[in-house]
């Protein structure tokens, strides 16, 4: 079965540096771009960027670049997410998805992972 | 940056209903959208990919269409598990934007 596992829920003060984890199984981790999408409770999804494990390729969104910096291990499968000062406002939701494709080049995400729930309060 | 612009944003129906959520480009994205559902509590879950190829277990009383800058995601004939948030996703250039989702609720 195809999966993407991600690391527990954190509670961070602002400032605080925290870095989350993504691991994939059951597939060919180097194939398949990982992308990550955040989700502010009760509101919608926003792509934060994504990352070729292949060769550690990184694209990010205009709102999120500078902010956040995406990482892989290959050798453990992992994608990781991180931050080097938290603010309040990075309270939310992450989930690490894998960038499923086909011939036509088309993208979609699949598996998502179960989220991993950052919350930055004093 | 496409914008996709969901509509509507939330949608009353009834079990056995059959219900359209419309998702309009800023620009033409070709084929290159996806539909997710997402429950409460829980991730979104891919429903449709490339405008109108269906994901591997979803039931066939979903179905997408539409090409160039006007897609829809159709639910023939609602069943109790329906009743969650869809959101529409362009895939033709990141950022991948995500539509501002669809509230589908019980009447």
């Known amino acids: 079965e195809v999966q993407m596992v991600q690391s527990g829920a954190e509670v961070k003060k602002p400032g605080e540096s925290l870095k989350i984890s993504c691991s994939g199984a059951?597939?060919?981790?180097?194939?398949?771009?990982i992308a990550w999408v955040r989700q502010v409770p009760g509101k919608g999804l926003e792509w934060m960027g994504n990352?070729?494990?292949?060769?550690?390729?990184?694209r990010y969104s205009p709102s999120f670049r500078g902010q956040v910096t995406l990482s892989v291990d290959t050798s453990t499968n992992t994608a990781h997410l991180q931050w080097t000062s938290l603010k309040p406002s990075d309270t939310a939701k992450y989930y690490c998805?894998?960038?499923?494709?086909?011939?036509?080049?088309?993208?979609?995400?699949?598996?998502w992972g179960q989220g991993t729930l950052v919350t930055v309060s004093s | 940056e496409i914008q996709m612009t969901q509509s509507p944003s939330s949608l009353s129906a009834s079990v056995g209903d059959r219900v359209t959520i419309t998702c309009r480009a800023s620009?033409?994205?070709?084929?290159?959208v996806n539909w997710y559902q997402q429950k409460p509590g829980k991730a979104p879950r891919v429903l449709i990919y490339?405008?109108?190829t269906l994901q591997s277990g979803v039931p066939s009383r979903f179905s997408g269409s539409g090409s160039g800058a006007t897609f829809t995601l159709t639910i023939s004939s609602l069943q109790f598990e329906d009743f969650a948030t869809y959101f529409c996703?362009?895939?033709?250039?990141?950022?991948?934007?995500f539509g501002q989702g669809t509230i589908l609720e019980i009447k």
């Open positions: 490339g405008a109108s």
């Open positions: 620009q033409t994205i070709h084929n290159y």
């Open positions: 059951g597939y060919s981790f180097a194939n398949y771009w």
């Open positions: 998805v894998r960038q499923d494709y086909s011939g036509s080049a088309a993208y979609w995400f699949d598996p």
């Open positions: 996703q362009e895939s033709y250039t990141t950022p991948y934007t």
């Open positions: 990352i070729n494990p292949r060769d550690s390729d990184t």
